[in-house]
């Protein structure tokens, strides 16, 4: 036995996801995430493989009802080599699990 718990990656943390925008820059691991729709219309969300912009390779494209939450568990991560940008058609907030940075 090596000391871990089966299921956990060490290292894995949230970081907030408000509005478009950059999550984090560089080469990191996407694990999952946690997000909400807070606006009173339904909203789409997308993250990108991309640093700078809504462009590249896109990683998730989700649509949320108004008032609707989803948390995703990605199990051995998703790799972003360029870094991770949050595009939103709406007042979705939460948070993207990581790890690399």
Avoid: C, Q
Avoid at 59 to 88: C, R
Wanted: a negative charge; glycine letters at 20%; zero cysteines.
């Amino acid at each position: 036995m090596n000391g871990r718990i089966p299921g956990l990656t060490p290292g894995v943390r949230p970081l907030p996801v408000v509005g478009t925008g950059l999550i984090v820059g560089g080469p990191v691991t996407l694990y999952g995430y946690s997000l909400k729709n807070v606006g009173g219309a339904a909203a789409t969300f997308r993250i990108w493989d991309n640093e700078t912009s809504p462009a590249g390779t896109i990683i998730v494209t989700l649509g949320l009802d108004a008032g609707e939450a989803v948390a995703l568990a990605a199990g051995v991560g998703i790799l972003a080599a360029n870094g991770l940008y949050f595009e939103s058609g709406g007042a979705i907030e939460g948070s993207a699990w990581v790890s690399g940075v």
